[in-house]
């Protein structure tokens, strides 16, 4: 049996990226279950919106291209933009739920617990899904904000506040509070975090693919009207197994970033974060010792 990994540790930018895949390879298993009983649904929802717009897609074009009528063209059309905001909301859902599963399961491994199920997972998440959501708004209408601004800043901005559901989660900080630990931890250490962002990303985006290929085929068939009668059906089945993949595969980023936010507490905090963690909540008394006032 191998050795347990070690979170709260300075790594490099290769041992980083090491380090994610022996992570995920060593708890694949309750990982992934943790995933799809508590991700799952909401992606599975979001997949069959999916399918349901990528058949409205193709009626779609072919309503143009057939010529069948502004009606007809006009109701696709419509039918088209209502799959688009279902579709938004449940992955919306499913990526927010994937997010805090994962760092839930960092966590619960950090405590010692190496028999991790879906249910000491979601025990531990719970109560953050209100917060969560609440956060997640603060920091899109930020990031929109700081996006007006030639792009960059708002590129900045998300990739600081890429750590903040851990923040929240690990250290369970307020919103101020969570928003100035990211600025304070990721401080000279940004362009690392966005570059593993980036090339876990990519990663992921390649693996993703696997999942992709049934929706590739079905819409090559529907545009070749090979096996029409069927369309539909496949088209929703391929959404489903495209979106829920993509779920599962995001894990990789969600676990990479994980590890980045432990490896820059270690270099800020040392081992006196966990005698920080142990006191919140139990004084008022400013943590002047993160120097969370600056960013």
Request: glycine content about 10%.
């Amino acid at each position: 049996m191998k050795p347990p990994i070690q979170l709260q540790q300075e790594r490099d930018f290769g041992q980083k990226i090491n380090v994610t895949f022996e992570f995920m390879i060593q708890n694949f298993k309750p990982l992934m279950l943790s995933l799809l009983y508590i991700a799952g649904p909401p992606a599975l929802i979001g997949g069959f919106f999916m399918g349901a717009y990528q058949s409205r897609m193709i009626t779609f074009q072919r309503d143009i291209l057939n010529s069948d009528g502004v009606d007809s063209t006009f109701s696709s059309f419509y039918a088209m933009g209502s799959s688009i905001l279902m579709l938004v909301i449940f992955l919306g859902a499913a990526s927010l739920a994937a997010t805090l599963v994962v760092n839930a399961y960092l966590i619960e491994y950090e405590k010692g617990n190496r028999a991790i199920t879906p249910e000491a997972i979601w025990n531990r998440m719970k109560d953050y899904i209100g917060a969560s959501i609440g956060y997640s708004i603060v920091m899109f209408v930020f990031v929109m904000i700081a996006t007006l601004f030639f792009v960059i800043p708002g590129i900045y901005v998300g990739v600081t506040l890429s750590l903040m559901y851990m923040v929240m989660m690990r250290e369970g900080l307020g919103l101020e509070a969570t928003f100035r630990r990211c600025f304070y931890l990721i401080n000279d250490k940004w362009w690392s975090t966005f570059g593993l962002v980036f090339i876990m990303g990519i990663i992921a985006s390649i693996l993703g693919y696997v999942f992709q290929i049934p929706t590739m085929i079905i819409t090559f068939s529907s545009i070749l009207q090979i096996g029409d009668g069927v369309n539909d059906f496949w088209t929703t089945v391929s959404g489903i197994i495209g979106t829920v993949g993509s779920i599962l595969v995001r894990s990789l980023v969600l676990v990479a970033l994980g590890f980045q936010y432990y490896n820059l507490v270690e270099r800020r905090d040392g081992s006196g974060i966990l005698g920080a963690i142990d006191n919140i909540g139990k004084n008022d008394a400013p943590r002047t010792d993160r120097k969370e006032e600056e960013f």
